[in-house]
C-alpha cells in the first residue's frame, strides 16, 4: 500500500532553513508526480510545490524563490528546502502522490491521492 512519512520539521527563528523529507513506499516513485502542501492553523489546504517524474518543478508564488523541491528516486525520497523562512510559512506539511491537474479559472491545480501524516513547521522567535 501506498505509504508517505514525512520528517524534518520543527521550530525555527524567521529568516532560517529547514529541510523536510519525505520518504514513499508502495508505489512506482520515479515515474510519480509529487507533491508538498500545507494547512496553517485555521486555514484549508495550501499547495506549495510540484515535482515531475522528469523533475520539472512548479511553485507557489508563496514561496518561489525561497523554496526548493527535490527528489532522489535511487532512495524514494522527497525533499523541500526551505530558506528566508517567515512566519506565515508555520504549518503542518504534507508531501502527497499526484493523480492528476485540472484548470480553475486558467490556473493549473494539482490534484492528489495520497498524503502522509504531515511535520510541523513553526516559524517563531
Known amino acids: 500500500q501506498v505509504q508517505l512519512v514525512e520528517s524534518g520539521g520543527g521550530l525555527v527563528q524567521p529568516g532560517g532553513s529547514l529541510k523536510l523529507s519525505c520518504a514513499a513506499s508502495g508505489f512506482t516513485f520515479t515515474s510519480a508526480w509529487m507533491l508538498w502542501v500545507r494547512q496553517a492553523p485555521g486555514k484549508g489546504l495550501e499547495w506549495v510545490s510540484t515535482?515531475?517524474?522528469?523533475?520539472?518543478?512548479d511553485y507557489a508564488d508563496s514561496v518561489k524563490g525561497r523554496f526548493t523541491i527535490s527528489r532522489d528516486n535511487a532512495k524514494n525520497t522527497l525533499y523541500l528546502q526551505m530558506n528566508s523562512l517567515k512566519s506565515e510559512d508555520t504549518a503542518m506539511y504534507y508531501c502527497a502522490k499526484g493523480s492528476g491537474v485540472t484548470y480553475v479559472g486558467g490556473k493549473i491545480k494539482y490534484d492528489y491521492d495520497y498524503w502522509g501524516q504531515g511535520t510541523q513547521v513553526t516559524v517563531s522567535s
Open positions: 515535482i515531475k517524474g522528469d523533475e520539472t518543478t
